[in-house]
């Protein structure tokens, strides 16, 4: 910028372009389609999006990687007993300056005071509870015993309610406890009446009013009130449960000592209200935190506190709830946790997820994202682009996406002509495209590159069924991907190229079904043994027959001769290997019914099976169909190019 009113701009120098959004939503469609294409499970390759992160970085894996890495950490930070350890030195400092001052001392009380002394029980709970009323000669020792109380009070305190900073000193104080206990007394009346569903926003405003110094957190109402409060007296009864039996009742002793009748009732009273308004919170859980430094009541529990904490964050980064999304994930948990940048990256997944979900690439179902229609359609016409560029023939030889039939219906589109072409010449268009390249003048100069053709639809249609083998060997031989875009292929084509015509893709293992192209790319393989063919000719059939006008076709996909069929009496699918001859029959009887009704009857059989071949090779020729043994990589091109030849084939 220049001086006055005068501006200059130029290009952003300052690094990347701070308006670019941070993802590209179309590369992430198109990057879980190529896993699908390849064989991959569609909402496995969705889930991996958003564990890779855009670009390959910044994802789940990596925010639930360092999340676990701190778990390991907090669980070697030190010894959870170190309230008691602590207790028991002091006590132990405080008995030895009494007996040195008891040694200078002449009397029966001096040497009462020591066989007391001697015979304190070994529990530092019990010890400290005895001593509560000794008489200490020592002012030294009095002074070092007052710290296990107050020391320990203010600890339980000051993790309970984190705005009283000087805990230590406030719980020594007597006219600060009476002020504690009058603020629980009226925390406990404000969840009572908020458990038993009454209004309580008044009380709420009231209760804040009047110790709102309390809760440096300022929470906006009971129920943020609620959650602060409940977390950290969650954290307080997992450190009781990560302790043994024995440090676990010396703890709760020497607490019920520190607090005193009062305290103690209040707080054992709000912990059940807070227990029993958030009972989702981990309650029972200990855990095994070990490390050589003895941490006091407050380390300890914030050390459970924070394992509670990635413990939920792993929960939410997993996504394996039914109906989770990424705005479970607590950007604030992430940033308190993992860091300002872990904040970033969850921020930038959750808007490519939102993203995703706003233009319609991503819908949500009861198991979770998957692909919409929008983002299938771009899916199969990739796998549409995949197969024609296989496609090296002449254009006369091959099944160009463009040719349309001569003897058919004008379209109103016109495209270039190339050589083969049989359609008429659309001479308006291919003059105007001599006029604009030559200029105006007579007569008009043709070129090879000014002829534009007439686009024709036909007339007729077909009825086309693709039966696709959704049994284990398809892909463990590596044979699914190139399936699922074959049919992918197949689906587009027809639905862009050729609406008339109508398809069913029908999959089929121990039992076959119907699927849409959004079942289609989303189907895993039957784990269950059995190749029911049979099945799926019979569902062809019904295809067929619901389009009685259409040329009928039918296309098998399979690498497995025929294990399964329907039982005739109650209809459940029979499996047997090797095949039984009911179920070859079974299966021939419906080759028989389509090759009556007319139907074109092609097989594609992918790998080397002898009992295959021959069952395939037969099937051939009794429907007066054809064999095919097409290499993988050459499938789709095999399938697609024989439908278009056969729709060619009418009656």
């Given at each position: 910028?220049?001086?006055?009113?005068?501006?200059?701009?130029?290009?952003?120098?300052?690094?990347?372009?701070?308006?670019?959004?941070?993802?590209?939503?179309?590369?992430?469609?198109?990057?879980?389609?190529?896993?699908?294409?390849?064989?991959?499970?569609?909402?496995?390759?969705?889930?991996?999006?958003?564990?890779?992160?855009?670009?390959?970085?910044?994802?789940?894996?990596?925010?639930?990687?360092?999340?676990?890495?701190?778990?390991?950490?907090?669980?070697?930070?030190?010894?959870?007993?170190?309230?008691?350890?602590?207790?028991?030195?002091?006590?132990?400092?405080?008995?030895?300056?009494?007996?040195?001052?008891?040694?200078?001392?002449?009397?029966?009380?001096?040497?009462?005071?020591?066989?007391?002394?001697?015979?304190?029980?070994?529990?530092?709970?019990?010890?400290?509870?005895?001593?509560?009323?000794?008489?200490?000669?020592?002012?030294?020792?009095?002074?070092?015993?007052?710290?296990?109380?107050?020391?320990?009070?203010?600890?339980?305190?000051?993790?309970?309610?984190?705005?009283?900073?000087?805990?230590?000193?406030?719980?020594?104080?007597?006219?600060?406890?009476?002020?504690?206990?009058?603020?629980?007394?009226?925390?406990?009346?404000?969840?009572?009446?908020?458990?038993?569903?009454?209004?309580?926003?008044?009380?709420?405003?009231?209760?804040?009013?009047?110790?709102?110094?309390?809760?440096?957190?300022?929470?906006?109402?009971?129920?943020?009130?609620?959650?602060?409060?409940?977390?950290?007296?969650?954290?307080?009864?997992?450190?009781?449960?990560?302790?043994?039996?024995?440090?676990?009742?010396?703890?709760?002793?020497?607490?019920?000592?520190?607090?005193?009748?009062?305290?103690?009732?209040?707080?054992?009273?709000?912990?059940?209200?807070?227990?029993?308004?958030?009972?989702?919170?981990n309650w029972q859980r200990g855990e095994r935190v070990r490390g050589d430094q003895p941490l006091g009541y407050g380390?300890?529990?914030?050390?459970?506190?924070?394992?509670?904490?990635?413990?939920?964050?792993?929960?939410?980064?997993?996504?394996?709830?039914?109906?989770?999304?990424?705005?479970?994930?607590?950007?604030?948990?992430?940033?308190?946790?993992?860091?300002?940048?872990?904040?970033?990256?969850?921020?930038?997944?959750?808007?490519?997820?939102?993203?995703?979900?706003?233009?319609?690439?991503?819908?949500?179902?009861?198991?979770?994202?998957?692909?919409?229609?929008?983002?299938?359609?771009?899916?199969?016409s990739t796998a549409l682009r995949r197969v024609f560029s296989d496609l090296t023939a002449g254009p006369r030889g091959?099944?160009?996406?463009?040719?349309?039939?001569?003897?058919?219906?004008?379209?109103?589109?016109?495209?270039?002509?190339?050589?083969?072409?049989?359609?008429?010449?659309?001479?308006?268009?291919?003059?105007?495209?001599?006029?604009?390249?030559?200029?105006?003048?007579?007569?008009?100069?043709?070129?090879?590159?000014?002829?534009?053709?007439?686009?024709?639809?036909?007339?007729?249609?077909?009825?086309?069924?693709?039966?696709?083998?959704?049994?284990?060997?398809?892909?463990?031989?590596?044979?699914?991907?190139?399936?699922?875009?074959?049919?992918?292929?197949?689906?587009?084509?027809?639905?862009?190229?050729?609406?008339?015509?109508?398809?069913?893709?029908?999959?089929?293992?121990?039992?076959?079904?119907?699927?849409?192209?959004?079942?289609?790319?989303?189907?895993?393989?039957?784990?269950?043994?059995?190749?029911?063919?049979?099945?799926?000719?019979?569902?062809?059939?019904?295809?067929?027959?619901?389009?009685?006008?259409?040329?009928?076709?039918?296309?098998?996909?399979?690498?497995?001769?025929?294990?399964?069929?329907?039982?005739?009496?109650?209809?459940?699918?029979?499996?047997?290997?090797?095949?039984?001859?009911?179920?070859?029959?079974?299966?021939?009887?419906?080759?028989?019914?389509?090759?009556?009704?007319?139907?074109?009857?092609?097989?594609?059989?992918?790998?080397?099976?002898?009992?295959?071949?021959?069952?395939?090779?037969?099937?051939?020729?009794?429907?007066?169909?054809?064999?095919?043994?097409?290499?993988?990589?050459?499938?789709?091109?095999?399938?697609?190019?024989?439908?278009?030849?056969?729709?060619?084939?009418?009656?």
């Amino acid at each position: 910028m220049a001086g006055g009113n005068r501006f200059r701009y130029g290009q952003w120098r300052g690094g990347p372009d701070p308006l670019a959004p941070p993802y590209d939503v179309r590369a992430a469609v198109d990057a879980v389609g190529s896993d699908v294409l390849a064989g991959g499970s569609l909402r496995e390759s969705l889930r991996e999006l958003l564990r890779r992160g855009p670009q390959g970085r910044g994802g789940l894996d990596d925010l639930a990687a360092r999340a676990r890495r701190l778990r390991r950490e907090a669980l070697r930070r030190g010894d959870l007993d170190g309230a008691v350890t602590r207790a028991r030195a002091l006590l132990d400092q405080a008995l030895a300056a009494e007996r040195d001052e008891l040694r200078g001392r002449d009397g029966d009380d001096a040497r009462f005071a020591e066989a007391v002394l001697d015979n304190l029980p070994r529990s530092t709970a019990r010890a400290v509870s005895e001593l509560s009323g000794y008489d200490w000669a020592s002012a030294e020792a009095r002074q070092t015993y007052q710290r296990i109380l107050d020391g320990l009070r203010g600890d339980v305190l000051e993790q309970r309610f984190a705005g009283l900073r000087d805990a230590a000193r406030a719980a020594a104080d007597p006219a600060a406890q009476r002020q504690l206990a009058e603020m629980m007394r009226d925390l406990n009346d404000l969840l009572a009446r908020h458990a038993r569903s009454e209004d309580t926003t008044d009380a709420f405003a009231e209760f804040m009013g009047r110790h709102g110094e309390f809760f440096p957190e300022r929470p906006r109402n009971v129920d943020e009130l609620i959650d602060v409060l409940a977390r950290r007296a969650a954290a307080g009864e997992r450190l009781m449960r990560s302790l043994s039996d024995r440090q676990r009742e010396e703890l709760a002793g020497l607490m019920r000592q520190s607090l005193g009748d009062r305290l103690a009732g209040e707080l054992s009273q709000l912990d059940a209200h807070l227990r029993s308004l958030r009972p989702d919170l981990n309650w029972q859980r200990g855990e095994r935190v070990r490390g050589d430094q003895p941490l006091g009541y407050g380390e300890a529990t914030g050390a459970l506190d924070e394992i509670a904490e990635l413990d939920e964050l792993l929960d939410s980064l997993d996504q394996d709830q039914p109906g989770a999304t990424l705005d479970d994930v607590d950007v604030e948990a992430v940033a308190r946790t993992l860091g300002r940048d872990a904040a970033d990256d969850v921020r930038r997944l959750q808007e490519l997820e939102r993203e995703l979900r706003r233009q319609g690439w991503v819908t949500r179902d009861a198991e979770g994202l998957t692909l919409s229609p929008k983002a299938l359609r771009r899916l199969a016409s990739t796998a549409l682009r995949r197969v024609f560029s296989d496609l090296t023939a002449g254009p006369r030889g091959q099944h160009d996406l463009r040719t349309a039939g001569a003897a058919g219906e004008v379209s109103g589109a016109s495209r270039p002509w190339e050589y083969g072409d049989e359609q008429p010449l659309d001479v308006v268009r291919t003059l105007t495209r001599a006029v604009r390249r030559a200029g105006p003048g007579v007569p008009v100069p043709l070129a090879v590159e000014d002829f534009e053709v007439v686009e024709t639809e036909r007339r007729a249609s077909a009825a086309v069924v693709l039966c696709v083998d959704l049994s284990y060997s398809m892909i463990s031989q590596g044979r699914w991907g190139p399936m699922k875009q074959t049919a992918l292929a197949l689906s587009h084509l027809m639905a862009t190229r050729f609406p008339q015509d109508a398809l069913q893709i029908v999959g089929f293992g121990r039992e076959a079904m119907p699927l849409t192209q959004q079942e289609l790319a989303a189907v895993e393989p039957d784990m269950q043994q059995g190749t029911n063919l049979q099945h799926a000719l019979r569902i062809a059939g019904r295809h067929l027959r619901r389009h009685p006008g259409a040329e009928p076709v039918v296309l098998v996909v399979t690498d497995g001769e025929p294990t399964a069929h329907l039982d005739p009496g109650d209809g459940e699918a029979y499996f047997h290997w090797p095949p039984l001859p009911e179920t070859i029959s079974a299966t021939i009887r419906e080759v028989d019914r389509l090759t009556r009704y007319g139907a074109t009857l092609n097989l594609f059989m992918l790998g080397d099976d002898p009992g295959l071949r021959r069952f395939v090779d037969a099937v051939a020729r009794r429907s007066g169909g054809r064999m095919f043994t097409p290499d993988l990589d050459d499938l789709g091109e095999y399938v697609v190019s024989d439908y278009l030849r056969a729709r060619h084939g009418r009656r």
